[in-house]
């Protein structure tokens, strides 16, 4: 007799999505709407022109506090904790001894704690690697009663602005402890979509009401994980498990902006994190690849997992994130390829069902991010 696979668990938004006649899939062990009834191509070009709003709840809220809290955590992640001032919070990952990335997260400042928000897939293995090295003057928490939902698009601040005005009021990478018409939450000005918008986290026996004061505001519209991928795609933002993982750095993803000059070679605190030798060599020298905007030519979309090609037929690369980008109205695709092929416009080809097909390498992101930064 087969052996049953595990549950797959639900987040407290669940029966809303069912009774909103959400496409359910399983998603990092969750069962996640995949879209709504007006579907993907809808949902995302809400977000870009409206508001949208996202059930993140399974991703992973882990609490950090300690005297020593500050520089442990900076041992661990190659950011600048000691200039982060109380109220805000920035974008980091975990890195390992050989460089590459376990996971990235965001990290915010709170009061007497920090508070890192991780990928849903990763977060006990995050847990587990912080608690592993963790000092004796510090704890780590996994949240499990807190729930997240992100309201995203151009109208959430307008939205905002009826039900909490001190989040209308916030500029990006701000954090606030804060009530939305009376249901108190842990507010921060970020997102998944490159659109200005609002991350709420909540206690989980508040999430549904909270989900359903917003879905009730005229600018919103429910939206699943299909609308979250591409509309991160479009934005040029990387997806943990295709487009950085273990065997990548932070400097051959294209996100060596995450690391602050303090933390580089010459730096006040240079080095110091778990990687940062052949981190910090890698900024001085050029990776061997590097992340890339890719367009194809004509309709085609190209997929995750397809090899890129030089004309003569070597294989330089592979595709680590490819669809359609409604925003665009054509495919896009981001993908590694030794720097020596990584200029703007440089001619290439990817392997489409058993086909090569024309690609170019171009600028990311496909579409310009919309943060309100003043």
Same mark, same amino acid.
């Given at each position: 007799?087969?052996?049953?696979?595990?549950?797959?668990?639900?987040?407290?938004?669940?029966?809303?999505?069912?009774?909103?006649?959400?496409?359910?899939?399983?998603?990092?062990?969750?069962?996640?709407?995949?879209?709504?009834?007006?579907?993907?191509?809808?949902?995302?070009?809400?977000?870009?022109?409206?508001?949208?709003?996202?059930?993140?709840?399974?991703?992973?809220?882990?609490?950090?506090?300690?005297?020593?809290?500050?520089?442990?955590?900076?041992?661990?992640?190659?950011?600048?904790?000691?200039?982060l001032e109380v109220g805000r919070q920035r974008y980091s990952f975990l890195t390992l001894a050989? *460089?590459?990335? %376990?996971?990235?997260?965001?990290?915010?400042? &709170? !009061?007497?704690?920090? #508070? +890192?928000?991780?990928?849903?897939?990763?977060?006990?293995?995050?847990?587990?690697?912080?608690?592993?090295?963790?000092?004796?003057?510090?704890?780590?928490?996994?949240?499990?009663?807190?729930?997240?939902?992100?309201?995203?698009?151009?109208?959430?601040?307008?939205?905002?602005?009826?039900?909490?005005?001190?989040?209308?009021?916030?500029?990006?990478?701000?954090?606030?402890?804060?009530?939305?018409?009376?249901?108190?939450?842990?507010?921060?000005?970020?997102?998944?979509?490159?659109?200005? *918008?609002?991350? %709420?986290?909540?206690?989980?026996?508040?999430? &549904? !009401?909270?989900?359903? #004061? +917003?879905?009730?505001?005229?600018?919103?519209?429910?939206?699943?994980?299909?609308?979250?991928?591409?509309?991160?795609?479009?934005?040029?933002?990387?997806?943990?498990?295709?487009?950085?993982?273990?065997?990548?750095?932070?400097?051959?993803?294209?996100?060596?902006?995450?690391?602050?000059?303090?933390?580089?070679?010459?730096?006040?605190?240079?080095?110091?994190?778990?990687?940062?030798?052949?981190?910090?060599?890698?900024?001085?020298?050029?990776?061997?690849?590097t992340r890339v905007g890719i367009q194809p030519e004509g309709r085609a979309p190209v997929r995750?997992?397809? !090899?890129?090609?030089?004309?003569?037929?070597?294989?330089?690369?592979?595709?680590?994130s490819g669809g359609y980008g409604p925003t665009v109205g054509r495919p896009i695709a981001m993908?590694?390829?030794?720097?020596?092929?990584?200029?703007?416009?440089?001619?290439?080809?990817?392997?489409?069902?058993?086909?090569?097909?024309?690609?170019?390498?171009?600028?990311?992101?496909?579409?310009?991010?919309?943060?309100?930064?003043?």
């Amino acid at each position: 007799m087969d052996k049953p696979g595990p549950v797959s668990n639900t987040t407290p938004l669940y029966p809303l999505h069912c009774e909103l006649n959400a496409k359910i899939v399983e998603f990092a062990n969750y069962q996640m709407p995949l879209n709504y009834p007006t579907g993907i191509i809808k949902e995302h070009h809400h977000v870009r022109e409206s508001a949208g709003l996202f059930d993140v709840s399974h991703m992973g809220q882990i609490k950090v506090i300690g005297d020593s809290a500050t520089t442990f955590l900076e041992s661990l992640l190659p950011t600048d904790l000691h200039q982060l001032e109380v109220g805000r919070q920035r974008y980091s990952f975990l890195t390992l001894a050989t *460089g590459g990335i %376990l996971d990235d997260l965001m990290i915010s400042k &709170l !009061e007497d704690h920090y #508070l +890192l928000v991780v990928n849903a897939s990763n977060k006990i293995q995050d847990l587990n690697h912080i608690a592993d090295k963790l000092p004796a003057d510090c704890t780590a928490t996994l949240l499990d009663n807190r729930s997240l939902l992100a309201l995203q698009g151009p109208l959430a601040r307008k939205v905002m602005s009826r039900l909490c005005p001190d989040i209308a009021t916030m500029r990006f990478m701000d954090s606030i402890d804060t009530d939305v018409e009376g249901i108190r939450c842990q507010a921060f000005c970020s997102g998944y979509t490159g659109e200005d *918008g609002f991350e %709420l986290a909540t206690n989980s026996d508040d999430a &549904l !009401e909270l989900g359903q #004061l +917003l879905l009730d505001q005229p600018e919103v519209e429910p939206t699943g994980l299909g609308a979250r991928d591409s509309l991160r795609l479009e934005a040029g933002l990387c997806l943990p498990g295709n487009d950085i993982h273990p065997n990548i750095t932070p400097v051959a993803a294209g996100l060596s902006w995450a690391i602050p000059t303090s933390r580089r070679k010459g730096g006040s605190r240079s080095g110091g994190f778990l990687g940062s030798e052949p981190i910090l060599l890698e900024l001085e020298n050029c990776p061997s690849v590097t992340r890339v905007g890719i367009q194809p030519e004509g309709r085609a979309p190209v997929r995750a997992h397809s !090899e890129i090609l030089i004309p003569t037929g070597e294989s330089i690369g592979t595709v680590s994130s490819g669809g359609y980008g409604p925003t665009v109205g054509r495919p896009i695709a981001m993908g590694y390829v030794k720097s020596t092929y990584s200029d703007l416009g440089t001619e290439l080809q990817a392997m489409v069902r058993g086909k090569p097909l024309d690609v170019k390498v171009c600028h990311l992101p496909f579409v310009q991010h919309n943060y309100k930064r003043h």
